[in-house]
């Protein structure tokens, strides 16, 4: 694991019962990845087993967060599977409201935020807002509602600090995405999500309040010039996204080679239509997941980490699907290539992590 190390002026707070001179407080968020509520359970098409299941509780027991915002979660049942007794669970609303109140997985994944009971009873936040309904460009595409946010509100003296766990919608990781065919529905649909954030943001500073969103962005914040950096800087220049250090994939081995042979096997049609296999590689998460923190000037001490698990990770299914247009057929980019899909254990996105000093 490689430290950060950042001093930022922002202002941060702890929890009431920390007292008037806080201990640290830290801060985790992390896309584990379409988690299931146990071992052999399928979701979207993807069943972990036991060994994974204690593979993310032995990195969240290293990681020990006072709060960890989650991603990609089925149910209640699925971030109970590795986070145990000792912490109180918060799912957003989309989860809370469905069919079976996210007691049971509906294959589908949701926004979550988890705190140490120890730190006693924390205020719930919600943003359903967030949860803007998403059109593909596909015809006769469905309209479906992506991510809400839910966070907690924590009080320290006389100052309030409010983390909100995102997710914010895929595939539009650039600027230059928002131009390209493909990815102009997801843009529009991340963008409406941004806005939202924004003016949620402001009202927040407005009472008051030191802001921390953290999760999936799925947006490269830290590019220059970036579209949607520039949306957060317009409702405070002084916005910061930590971390700042990405070197969580540097070790990881991607098994290009095995990946293209069997997606070779698996898809011929990829090559009966021109194409040839592109592996995908986590490695294109590295830069997406992130605290955004908007707060009053007084200085506090920050120290901010990407968990460097690309040593431990390992690719368990190889070729699982490949992108496709909305016909159906290899979704080719302008050089041929057809993006592949595997399975990566414990996930395709390293954890984050954020003490508050």
């Known amino acids: 694991m490689r430290a950060n190390r950042l001093c930022a002026l922002v202002a941060v707070a702890g929890l009431a019962t920390y007292g008037v001179e806080a201990a640290e407080l830290k801060l985790a968020s992390w896309n584990i990845g379409n988690l299931a509520s146990k071992p052999g359970v399928a979701l979207r098409g993807h069943a972990r087993d036991e060994a994974e299941y204690q593979h993310i509780r032995d990195i969240l027991a290293r990681l020990e967060p006072d709060v960890i915002a989650l991603q990609e979660m089925g149910s209640i049942g699925s971030a109970r599977a590795v986070l145990g007794d000792s912490y109180a669970i918060v799912f957003e609303k989309r989860c809370t409201n469905n069919s079976v109140h996210c007691?049971?997985?509906?294959?589908?994944?949701?926004?979550?935020?988890?705190?140490?009971?120890?730190?006693?009873?924390?205020?719930?936040?919600?943003?359903?807002?967030?949860?803007?309904?998403?059109?593909?460009?596909?015809?006769?595409?469905?309209?479906?509602?992506?991510?809400?946010?839910?966070?907690?509100?924590?009080?320290?003296?006389?100052?309030?600090?409010?983390?909100?766990?995102?997710?914010?919608?895929?595939?539009?990781?650039?600027?230059?995405?928002?131009?390209?065919?493909?990815q102009a529905d997801d843009c529009a649909t991340l963008m409406k999500q941004v806005d939202i954030l924004s003016g949620w943001i402001k009202t927040e500073r407005e009472a008051g309040k030191t802001v921390i969103v953290a999760g999936d962005f799925n947006r490269q914040l830290l590019d220059t010039g970036d579209n949607v950096a520039a949306k957060l800087r317009s409702i405070d220049p002084d916005v910061r996204f930590f971390p700042t250090s990405r070197q969580c994939w540097a070790s990881f081995s991607n098994r290009g080679g095995a990946i293209i042979a069997a997606a070779n096997q698996k898809f011929p049609e990829i090559a009966t239509a021109g194409g040839r296999p592109l592996p995908y590689s986590p490695k294109s998460n590295s830069r997406i997941d992130y605290f955004v923190v908007s707060a009053p000037a007084p200085e506090t001490p920050i120290s901010s980490e990407q968990y460097a698990m690309g040593g431990e990770a390992k690719t368990t299914e190889f070729a699982t699907d490949y992108l496709k247009t909305c016909e159906g057929k290899p979704n080719k980019f302008e050089d041929g290539s057809v993006l592949i899909f595997s399975e990566v254990e414990p996930s395709d996105h390293c954890p984050i992590s954020m003490t508050l000093r």
Do not use: W
């Not at 979550?112 to 919600?126: C, F, H, N, R, W």
């Open 103 to 182: 007691n049971e997985d509906v294959d589908d994944i949701f926004t979550a935020i988890a705190y140490k009971k120890s730190l006693g009873k924390l205020t719930e936040v919600q943003v359903p807002q967030l949860s803007v309904m998403h059109t593909s460009e596909c015809a006769n595409g469905t309209p479906r509602p992506v991510r809400g946010g839910v966070g907690l509100e924590i009080r320290r003296g006389n100052e309030t600090v409010v983390v909100l766990s995102v997710h914010l919608k895929a595939s539009c990781k650039r600027n230059d995405n928002e131009t390209e065919r493909d």
